[in-house]
């Protein structure tokens, strides 16, 4: 249950104490009072910029927009597909609303491509100093990946498809009541229903040998972002609290560890 942050746990054992022995049942968190949901958020949050800022320095805001990202380094993540355009992100940030950014994630010590990627990142935060706050945690691990998937506001994901196996990280983001900006791959094609779960980037592969236009997916991002995530959280929080309930109801109801034993258990096992 590490994956899912202290204050939700306590949340859920006191307001569906069946969630434990039945994921399903966290269906019912569509009923979750929204001011103790956005408690739970905030414990979480707080407990991670409390961290960013002790390690890092960046003295990061719990009342900005805080964007995660966290995940292998591996160059087809594109973990700076957010960067493909810095003077629109940051027109976003000063003129829609602010955000900051957490990152985390290793490359293979043989990854050289990877570790470039890691650079970029980080010559990217140089440049945007005076105007977004970003971090990259050192030493990512199950447990600091744990505290980023429950603490940020929005989990991004941007692999460039169909390069995404699954996508967990963004499955355990959910649970956490955090909603999903994310490019159609994997698992999100399933979990996704705009405005509701989260936002897609770009657009789904169509079928197989079918070409799809990746440079899109900035612009895409952007868009977004702009139009749709940052007004969001800032002008309507009643609304982006309820698209926590329904990340958690939908998505972290059913993409979990506990139905992929029982589908392995009846389609693997069982059924031979």
Known sequence: MRRVSAPFRELFDRTIPSWRQDNFSLRYALSLPREELW????????????????????????????????????????????????????????????????????????????KELIKRIFSARQY???????????????????????????????????????????????????????????????GHIEGLTGWSIGEPVHGKGVERDHSQDAPSLYEKLEHAVVPLFYHDRHLFMDMMAYSIAINGSFFNTQRMVQEYVLNAYFNR
């Open 128 to 190: 945007l100093q005076h105007d977004i706050k970003i971090a990259y945690l050192e030493n990512y691990n199950m447990v600091l990946g744990a505290m980023i998937t429950s603490g940020v506001d929005l989990w991004l994901n941007t692999p460039e498809p169909p390069m995404e196996a699954s996508g967990t990280s963004g499955m355990k983001a959910a649970l956490n009541g955090i909603p999903n900006l994310s490019v159609l791959d994997g698992w999100w094609i399933e």
């Open 39 to 114: 408690s739970a958020h905030m414990q979480s949050k707080k407990q991670l910029l409390g961290l960013v800022n002790r390690e890092t320095g960046a003295d990061m805001d719990e009342n900005i927009l805080t964007i995660g990202f966290a995940r292998r380094a591996a160059t087809y993540k594109r973990a700076d597909l957010l960067f493909r355009d810095m003077e629109r992100l940051k027109r976003i940030s000063n003129e829609v609303g602010k955000i900051q950014i957490v990152y985390g994630g290793k490359a293979h010590p043989r990854d050289h491509e990877g």
